[in-house]
C-alpha cells in the first residue's frame, strides 16, 4: 500500500492522526482526499433520513412511487413491493454485487433507469434476509432526486456535508484537491488505477473525503449515544435508528463472539466482552477504507489505503479493540447507570434501605399492585429480613448495577457474612412504581 492515512477520535474530537508511506511514495496528511468507496452509503442513508424527518418521504415508500418505471423491476410473484426500508437495509433481494458494482459508478442516469425499467434479477423476495447491495443505494441516489427535484450531489452537499463543515468531501475528484492517486497490485509491483466520473452509482461509494472530515462524521454519529442535543442536520434519536439493528448478517467466533447486523448505511457489530460497534468499509478500485466506532467508551478510528481493496478493516478493528478493551466494561456500565430514570434511581435506594430494615409503609407507597400478587407480603418480609440477619449489614459494590433499560436495574450488595444480589423494575404507568423487587443471596463465587 503506497500510503495510508489514519485518525484516532475520542469523544467527537480528532486525538490524533498520522500517515504510513511506502518508500519512494509522497506523505500522505489527514487533510489527503482519498475514495472512500462503500463508506458514502452511510451518508446516502442520512440524506434519505433527513428527507424523511422533513416529510418528503416514508421509509415504506414502495419504490415505483418514486421511480414509476421500477413499476417493471421483475419482483418474484406474490412477492410484496419494494421499499425504500428495503434498500437501506439491504433487504431488497437483490444479488450481491461486489464487484459488479464498483465498476458501474459512471453509469450515466439515463442508462441506469432503463437498465432498472428493463428488470432486475432478484434472489428472494424483500424483506426476507440480508445481501450486501450496492444497486439498492443506487436506487437510493434517485429516490433523494426524485423527491427534491434536484441532482443527488447537490441534495448531500446541501442537507449533509455543508452543515457538518465538511468543506473536503465531495464527490467530484476535480475538488478533491491533493487527492491520493490508487493503485492495484500486480506481481511486479503497483499499477496505477484510473479516475472514475460520478454518475449514477456514486450514491453507494462515490464520495472522496479525507482523515480530518471523516472525523467530524464519526463525532456526528457517535454524539447520538452522548445526548448529544444538536440535532442539525439529523437528530440525534434518527442517527440512533441508524446504527441500530435492522437485520442480522452474520453471528462469528472471529471478533469476539460477536452478532452482526445492518442498519442504514452502517454495520453494527455486538460483541460480547466489549460491547456495540458502528462501522463500514469502503473498498474500490485503487482504494481501501474503514470508519469505526465504540458508542461506550467514545472512542473512533478511520484510515484509508490508496490500494484496491486494502484490509483496513482488520487493521481498525485489532486497534480499535485493543484501545477499548480495559475501560469499555466500566464505561458500558456507567453509561447504563447515566441512562437510569431519576424513580428507578431512587428505587435503588429504597430496596436498600428494605434490606437494611423492612418498612411496609415504604412498600405501600412505591411498590406496584402486582407486589403482593406475585409474593405475599409476609413471605417477601420473612425472606428480606432472613438475609439481613444472616448476611447483614450490607453496602454497596462499587461497578456492580447492569441495567437492561432505564426502568431496570439489577446490582450487587456485600454483606458482613455473605452477599445479596438485588433487582427493581418499574412500572409503565405515568408515575412509575416498583413493579419488580427482588433479593437473592450470592452463591459462593458471588452469582445468585
Known amino acids: ?42 451518508f446516502t442513508a442520512t440524506t434519505v433520513l433527513i428527507l424523511r424527518d422533513r416529510g418528503v418521504l416514508a421509509l415504506d415508500d414502495r419504490l415505483d412511487r418514486w ?81 427534491t427535484g434536484h441532482d443527488f450531489r447537490d441534495v448531500v452537499a446541501d442537507l449533509v456535508l455543508q452543515p457538518l463543515g465538511m ?43 479525507t ?6 462524521w464519526i463525532a456526528f454519529h457517535e454524539a447520538a449515544w452522548a445526548d448529544d442535543p444538536a440535532d442539525m442536520p439529523l437528530s440525534r434519536w434518527s442517527r440512533r435508528e441508524m446504527q441500530r439493528p435492522h437485520i442480522i448478517t452474520q453471528v462469528d467466533e472471529a471478533e469476539g463472539p460477536a452478532a452482526h447486523s445492518y442498519g442504514f448505511g452502517l454495520y453494527v457489530t455486538d460483541d460480547l466482552r466489549l460491547g456495540r460497534f458502528i462501522h463500514h468499509s469502503g473498498g474500490y478500485p485503487g482504494f481501501g477504507s474503514h470508519m469505526r466506532w465504540h458508542p461506550d467508551t467514545r472512542w473512533g478510528i478511520v484510515a484509508l489505503a490508496n490500494r484496491t481493496y486494502a484490509p483496513m478493516r482488520k487493521v481498525c478493528t485489532d486497534v480499535l479493540a485493543e484501545i477499548v478493551a480495559e475501560d469499555c466494561e466500566s464505561a458500558r456500565r456507567s453509561r ?72 431496570h436495574a439489577r446490582w450487587r450488595m456485600q454483606g458482613r457474612s455473605g452477599d445479596v444480589w438485588l433487582e427493581v423494575l418499574m412500572s409503565p404507568e405515568c408515575e412509575p412504581r416498583i413493579q419488580t423487587l427482588l433479593a437473592v443471596g450470592a452463591d459462593s463465587e458471588g452469582r445468585p
Request: charged share 20%; with cysteine.
Open 1 to 42: 500500500m503506497p500510503m495510508i492515512a489514519y485518525g484516532l477520535v475520542l469523544g467527537g474530537t480528532l486525538v490524533h492522526s498520522g500517515s504510513v508511506s511506502a518508500e519512494g511514495a509522497r506523505m500522505a496528511t489527514a487533510q489527503t482526499p482519498f475514495r472512500i468507496a462503500s463508506m458514502t452509503k452511510s
Open 211 to 216: 482523515v480530518e472530515d471523516l472525523a467530524r
Open 336 to 407: 447504563a447507570r447515566d441512562a437510569l430514570w431519576p424513580v428507578t434511581r431512587q428505587a435503588i435506594g429504597i430496596a436498600e434501605s428494605l434490606l437494611a430494615r423492612w418498612d411496609d409503609e415504604i412498600v405501600n407507597t412505591h411498590g406496584a399492585m402486582n407486589l403482593d400478587l406475585d409474593q405475599p407480603r409476609e413471605e417477601r418480609r420473612r425472606q428480606w429480613q432472613a438475609l439481613a440477619r444472616d448476611l447483614g449489614p450490607f453496602q454497596r459494590m462499587p461497578d456492580t448495577v447492569t441495567t437492561r433499560s432505564p426502568a
Open 67 to 147: 421511480l414509476p418505471w421500477a413499476s417493471t423491476i421483475g419482483l418474484p410473484g406474490a412477492a410484496p413491493p419494494l421499499t425504500i426500508r428495503h434498500l437501506l437495509t439491504m433487504t431488497a433481494g437483490f444479488p450481491t454485487d461486489d464487484p459488479w458494482g464498483d465498476r458501474q459508478e459512471s453509469l450515466p442516469l439515463g442508462a441506469f433507469d432503463r437498465l432498472v425499467e428493463g428488470g432486475l434479477s432478484f434472489c428472494r423476495p424483500p424483506g426476507i434476509d440480508f445481501e450486501y447491495s450496492n444497486l439498492g443505494y443506487a436506487l437510493l441516489g434517485r429516490v433523494i432526486a426524485q423527491a
Open 167 to 209: 468543506a473536503s468531501t465531495t464527490f467530484d475528484v476535480s475538488d478533491a484537491h491533493g487527492h491520493a492517486t490508487g493503485f492495484r497490485r500486480v506481481d511486479d509491483g503497483l499499477v496505477e488505477q484510473p479516475e472514475t466520473a460520478s454518475g449514477a452509482f456514486s450514491p453507494m461509494g462515490g464520495l472522496w473525503s
